[in-house]
């Protein structure tokens, strides 16, 4: 397996792999590689020759900087996994002046408010941290197709708002969340739950299920008060938001309307843990 560290030699290795017509996938991570990883690894290798993993704990898109220090990192366990995966991957997993320079500050993007609702009125700023690393990153590996997971879909919008904003030549991919057999999405934060907490996250996934169920039928209130009082009788559970937004806008829902796509948004703590996930209602 190749890893590079430093811009030019990712940039030649790749540029050579181009001139002999080869696709390049992309997937850009903060290492602390799980099965939901994995997952984006197998579908860039199905649709690319070549796959480009990068490992980086972006420092710009932590608006809590305790988050940032408990962040889980294990480079050698991330490279193991990787091989066992394919050994022809190429990683990329760069210091954060490699990164940044010595100016580690985050661009000011527009997007159309798409980063001012759920994740983005918890976590002021995150997104725009997120959109500056990936424009980095994207520069520098210059892949064909970058893949994402659905986990993070209002990530997923602004990847693809990120894209048309820096007119960047990348077609951005979004896959499936993936989850372990009860429910709970594959997370790298799912490895700092304590035992008990562990057992009652699953919940969370059961909840947006019954969510989606109601969604048929009943309005987007009485949804919103099923949700806020199931997490009510949670001793082990507690929820920061719940929303019901528009797939393609992201705004918030109060009635639905005809020929439009809906998703329910949730973010929870289990603990000091925070949880997201989400689902399409329709």
Do not use: W
């Not at 799980?34 to 710009?60: E, M, Y």
């Amino acid at each position: 397996m190749h890893v590079f560290t430093n811009r030019p030699e990712i940039s030649n290795a790749v540029a050579k792999h181009k001139e002999n017509g080869s696709k390049i996938g992309f997937v850009p991570t903060m290492g602390a590689l799980h099965r939901g990883h994995a997952s984006l690894f197998n579908f860039a290798l199905q649709k690319c020759d070549v796959v480009v993993v990068s490992i980086f704990v972006n420092p710009t898109q932590f608006n809590n900087s305790q988050d940032l220090e408990t962040y889980p990192r294990d480079l050698q366990a991330d490279l193991e996994l990787l091989e066992n995966i394919n050994p022809n991957l190429i990683v990329f997993a760069p210091s954060t002046t490699t990164i940044y320079g010595t100016n580690i500050e985050s661009i000011d993007y527009n997007f159309d408010g798409l980063d001012t609702v759920m994740e983005g009125a918890f976590r002021p700023g995150h997104f725009e941290g997120v959109a500056t690393v990936l424009k980095y990153l994207f520069e520098i590996v210059q892949p064909h197709f970058a893949f994402f997971g659905e986990k993070d879909y209002q990530q997923l919008q602004i990847v693809n708002k990120l894209v048309a904003i820096e007119k960047l030549p990348v077609e951005i991919i979004g896959c499936p969340i993936s989850r372990h057999d009860d429910g709970l999405a594959e997370s790298s934060r799912n490895m700092r739950l304590t035992h008990n907490h562990r057992e009652i996250a699953p919940f969370i996934y059961s909840t947006l299920l019954k969510a989606k169920e109601l969604f048929d039928d009943k309005g987007i209130e009485e949804i919103h008060h099923f949700v806020t009082n199931a997490f009510a009788e949670s001793a082990l559970l507690k929820l920061e938001y719940f929303e019901i937004a528009n797939a393609r806008t992201l705004e918030h829902t109060v009635a639905k309307r005809a020929n439009e796509s809906y998703r329910a948004f949730i973010a929870v703590f289990a603990g000091d843990v925070r949880l997201i996930d989400n689902i399409a209602l329709n």
